[in-house]
């Protein structure tokens, strides 16, 4: 956007009535889209996000997993098969003990998302190539973006990071 200022939801409408799901063939609307990534963001998460829980499972030892975001009543968590669930709240627990490599990984990706607001230069990967962007709607579990090119596109948490660290661009 050579515009400067931050698209309203009106302009991310008015760009594109489809998303394109990081240049994969289906073209989903943007409210389908919204959806996919869990929803506008639009209150805070009641646990932080990135956390490294279990979660009580009746019969079964504790499933470990990373909390993606939480209401007052469920949590939603990434776990190691790599599938978000939905747990009741009190039945997620801060984890006790190692967790395997891979969720250590996606903890680290969440918490980096969670520090992106709308209106965040970011970038993405887009197949076998890096594109960049600016966020025009934070979702809970990634954003919709605009392009440098204008196209809109909807990019999970874990694909998505920011263009610049500490202030180096």
Known sequence: MSTGRKPSSADVQGLAAHVDPAGGAERP????????????A???SRRAPGSLV???VHGASPAKGVLLWATEHHCDVWFEDGVARRARFHAVTPCRG???EA??????EMRLFTALAEGARVRWERGSEIAEGRIVEKC?????????????VAVGFRKLWPTAV????
Do not use: C, F, M, N
């Open 54 to 56: 279990q979660v009580k």
């Open 29 to 40: 609307s943007i409210e389908a889209a919204r959806r996919r990534l869990g929803g506008r």
């Open 103 to 108: 969720l250590v990984r996606v903890a680290g």
């Open 42 to 44: 639009t209150a805070q």
């Open 140 to 152: 809970r579990y990634g954003a919709i973006i605009v392009s440098r090119d204008g196209r809109v």
């Open 166 to 169: 500490h202030g180096v661009a």
């Open 98 to 100: 190692r967790l395997p």
